[in-house]
């Protein structure tokens, strides 16, 4: 269990359903360079393999009753690789600006709490 710094708690405190106080990224990488080729399922089971050596990526908030303090991160037991690793297609032409498109549509929208 960790508390969040006056700093989160503040970024936290300060999002609304219209105003989102969290950073994204989107990655661009090249599939030729994998050894033994890409597959969605090899990628995911590669990240799902690496999640131990960085614990953090596993918590949820759980906020303090009455708010007699900041909220404090927790290690989530019921962490899905599933809900966080998901395969998705752009149209045609399938391009920077599509993937911009689709990275935009996903960053609009409000993190849910109850989930890392």
């Known amino acids: ?5 006056g700093l989160d ?3 936290l405190y300060l999002e609304t359903p219209t105003l989102h ?3 994204a990224m ?3 990488l090249d599939p030729s360079t994998v ?3 890409y597959s ?3 990628m995911k089971e590669t990240i799902a393999a690496r999640i131990p ?5 596993r918590r949820r908030l759980v906020e303090v009753p009455f708010r007699l303090g900041h909220p404090v991160w927790v290690d989530d037991p019921e962490f899905d690789i599933d809900y966080h690793v998901r395969l998705a297609a ?5 391009g920077l600006r599509e993937l911009a498109d689709l990275a935009g549509d996903i960053a609009g929208h409000q993190l849910d709490r109850s989930k890392p």
């Open 1 to 5: 269990m960790e508390r969040l710094s």
């Open 9 to 11: 708690a503040s970024f």
């Open 21 to 23: 106080m969290h950073v």
């Open 26 to 28: 989107t990655m661009v």
């Open 35 to 37: 050894p033994g080729g």
């Open 40 to 42: 969605f399922e090899r």
């Open 53 to 57: 050596r960085a614990p953090v990526f």
């Open 90 to 94: 752009v149209p045609r032409p399938g």
